[in-house]
């Protein structure tokens, strides 16, 4: 069942990171914008979107031609579990947490968060729950698609293996930075039905295309030892 807390820390996931709704449904991340005042619960998130006025973008769509990839990663195997991805170069990365790593664009528009922490849950139980807070607490919130699908992976770590996931694809307003889109897909792998891991790409509803580009090369060559 759903909790007060869940839905407030999700929430305060999203508004934080300007289209990133990564926070697991069993934990949050802290915030210190003051977007989500726990007064009026979901309302408050989408009356204060729809006070705000749509900034002028005039930065083209990305497209999947333009992004480049470098591996990156972070942890130590020795001392904490070791995570890598491809993921687009020159996107700054910042290390969130031991499992946790933010990349974003040097324009600020693109990020991508991968969260290597292992869910309980079964795969779909997991999206299934996510969906549920999000459309209860993100402005204008539109589900585009949701899509169960696999990926073979090319890690050579684990070869021969595939990747099962759960993908979310919707579009929000964001009270500052107007309308966003997210991918949010949920991963695991081969025959654990549990999730190892979660990518959450965001952007504007024009970066779509490129955005699932990101996604699945950010799952492709996913990697963590132990």
Do not use: C
């Not at 929430?11 to 003051?34: E, F, I, Q």
Request: zero cysteines.
């Amino acid at each position: 069942m759903l909790t007060r807390a869940t839905v407030i820390g999700v929430a305060v996931a999203v508004l934080a990171t300007g289209g990133l709704a990564t926070a697991a449904v069993a934990h949050s991340h802290s915030s210190s914008d003051g977007a989500w005042s726990g007064v009026g619960g979901a309302s408050a998130v989408k009356k204060s979107a729809a006070t705000h006025q749509k900034p002028v973008d005039k930065v083209p769509a990305l497209k999947a031609a333009q992004v480049r990839y470098q591996h990156q990663s972070w942890g130590d195997s020795t001392v904490e579990a070791y995570i890598g991805i491809w993921a687009p170069t020159g996107w700054k990365k910042v290390k969130l947490s031991p499992l946790e790593a933010k990349f974003t664009s040097p324009n600020g528009l693109w990020n991508l968060r991968v969260d290597a922490t292992e869910k309980d849950q079964l795969l779909k139980a997991t999206a299934d729950n996510r969906y549920a807070v999000i459309k209860a607490s993100v402005a204008d919130f539109h589900l585009i698609s949701r899509v169960t699908g696999s990926t073979r992976a090319t890690n050579a770590n684990y070869q021969g293996m595939v990747f099962h996931h759960q993908t979310l694809t919707y579009t929000y307003t964001d009270p500052t930075r107007g309308p966003r889109l997210v991918i949010d897909r949920f991963v695991s792998l081969d025959t654990n039905p549990h999730p190892l891991f979660e990518t959450t790409t965001g952007g504007r509803p024009q970066d779509a295309a490129a955005l699932s580009a990101v996604t699945t090369k950010a799952t492709e060559d996913f990697i963590r030892l132990p």
